[in-house]
């Protein structure tokens, strides 16, 4: 717990020491000769204690604590660095000596100078990797402290289906609601302001999959697998908004949401609202199960991805297939399309992703890319002339569509990437992980903040999806996972991009 202003420094420094113990713990860099070690009860806050401060006292301390570890840091840099250049100067000193008892001569010919030049080589590069790999834990260590608290917030918790949620996705046209597509053969639409399950479809005999929401008209897309995609209407009255309930505040029930048993569901159930059953259309045309779904450009046509190895690209008033879109070695993963343009893009788990091109009527093109060395989760399209690949390879990549040869840029993880998503304002990337976290990175490939996790506090089990919503300011990311959750999050997008900023401007001086 922080510590208050008024307490005295001896106890500051009992609260503190055992989170300065841990925090050294996890870092690499072997501990010498720190100011600690020469100066064992001095603590950092004795230096300001008795200065004024706006600061509230527990935000004080964490700063303090953050910067007394980064001075540490710089500390053992410092000392390694001397060593290093008296290993350099010795290692001169013994060649030199080698080379008189040699070749009596000059120390710098022949074969002795390429030798020397490469041990030299060696300790200086040993150096440079020494010093990056450190600032880099520095760094990273402050801004997973200090920024992911502070800049991503959870605001809603969507409870009410009775298996893991597969998808969802934001409608695109008034009222602004929530979907989400669960294992447990249903898909329901959520006041995202309240929080409030308002409408439930029934009408798959199997797992849904993905939804995806017309871009014009009150009508959603539902993948399952029953082997089918359904295209059906809803209509929905958004209830009053009601302020936010303090999810940060101690709870009693210290149970976890993936031990209740399978029957329990808080909140709503799906039973107490509304139910639509039937489909306005119905695509039947796959051997498999569907896997995603998503609306072309316009809203006239859907395109499937399947386990049968194929997508499929159907008129939405005929429900008639157009075009099987075959290729892929293995299942289907995901399906994308662009937001403006007919291109369509598919992943698969023969670890390739393929670019389907439908803008010329008379010519139906497509590539492939082989960017992964494992199953590719999704790959999306951005506002711009990108797509974002990712992969059970613990990579994301993103790829310029107009030199589609090489990565512009990649992204190395600690887990299995899901259905990822890219905001369109922004173009941010928000990473769903197999180990329950949710990343965000900018399009180059920058680090920008973890959605904050705990017991209380974030998803439980697997993340499976995020989506954005652009149109709202304060409830703008949105995740679901095995756990039989939604997530709403606050991103300050503006202080996280700030925060990135300032933090560029840090790596350039240390560099």
Not at 98 to 125: C, F, M, N, R, V
Not at 401 to 408: A, Q
Not at 495 to 505: N, Y
């Amino acid at each position: 717990m922080p510590v208050e202003g008024g307490s005295s420094s001896g106890s500051a420094s009992a609260a503190r020491h055992p989170k300065q113990k841990r925090k050294a713990h996890s870092l690499s860099i072997r501990r010498t000769n720190s100011i600690e070690d020469r100066l064992p009860g001095f603590q950092r806050g004795d230096m300001l204690e008795g200065q004024d401060s706006k600061l509230p006292p527990p935000l004080r301390n964490n700063l303090l604590d953050l910067f007394g570890q980064i001075e540490r840091e710089f500390e053992n840099l410092y000392i390694e660095n001397l060593e290093l250049r008296r290993e350099i100067d010795s290692l001169n000193e013994r060649l030199t000596g080698d080379g008189q008892a040699i070749e009596g001569g000059d120390p710098t010919k022949g074969a002795l100078k390429t030798k020397a030049s490469h041990s030299t080589s060696q300790l200086s590069q040993k150096l440079k990797t020494t010093y990056k790999a450190s600032t880099s834990k520095i760094v990273s260590s402050f801004k997973a402290t200090a920024g992911s608290r502070a800049l991503c917030q959870l605001l809603k918790e969507y409870v009410g289906h009775r298996d893991g949620i597969w998808d969802l996705s934001i409608t695109r046209t008034p009222p602004v609601v929530l979907g989400t597509a669960s294992a447990d053969h249903s898909a329901l639409l959520w006041s995202i302001e309240t929080g409030k399950c308002l409408l439930r479809y029934a009408g798959h005999a199997g797992s849904v999959n993905s939804i995806k929401f017309h871009p014009t008209e009150q009508m959603a897309l539902t993948a399952s697998g029953d082997q089918t995609a359904h295209i059906w209407r809803y209509m929905v009255q958004l209830p009053a908004p009601q302020p936010p309930p303090d999810v940060s505040a101690p709870c009693d029930d210290d149970q976890d949401s993936s031990d209740r048993e399978e029957g329990e569901v808080d909140g709503e159930g799906p039973c107490e609202v509304p139910t639509v059953r039937l489909a306005t259309a119905t695509m039947k045309s796959h051997q498999g199960v569907v896997i995603a779904a998503d609306w072309l450009v316009g809203g006239r046509q859907v395109v499937t991805a399947s386990w049968d190895r194929a997508a499929n690209l159907y008129e939405v008033e005929t429900s008639e297939l157009v075009h099987a879109l075959t290729g892929h070695d293995q299942e289907l993963t995901h399906c994308c399309t662009h937001p403006t343009q007919r291109l369509v893009v598919t992943s698969s788990r023969d670890t390739t992703f393929r670019l389907w091109d439908f803008r010329d009527p008379s010519i139906h093109s497509v590539n492939v890319f082989q960017g992964h060395t494992d199953t590719v989760t999704s790959a999306v399209f951005t506002v711009g002339d990108n797509v974002v690949s990712g992969s059970d390879d613990r990579t994301v990549k993103v790829w310029d569509l107009k030199n589609m040869r090489s990565p512009i840029a990649t992204i190395r993880t600690d887990s299995a990437v899901n259905r990822i998503s890219v905001s369109a304002n922004q173009r941010i990337i928000a990473l769903p992980h197999d180990n329950r976290q949710v990343r965000l990175f900018d399009m180059s490939g920058v680090r920008l903040a973890r959605l904050p996790r705990s017991n209380r506090m974030g998803h439980r089990r697997m993340v499976c999806c995020t989506t954005w919503n652009e149109e709202n300011q304060s409830c703008n990311l949105f995740t679901c996972g095995f756990d039989r959750q939604a997530i709403g999050w606050n991103i300050n997008i503006p202080a996280l991009l700030q925060e990135k900023s300032l933090l560029l401007c840090g790596l350039s001086v240390l560099q």
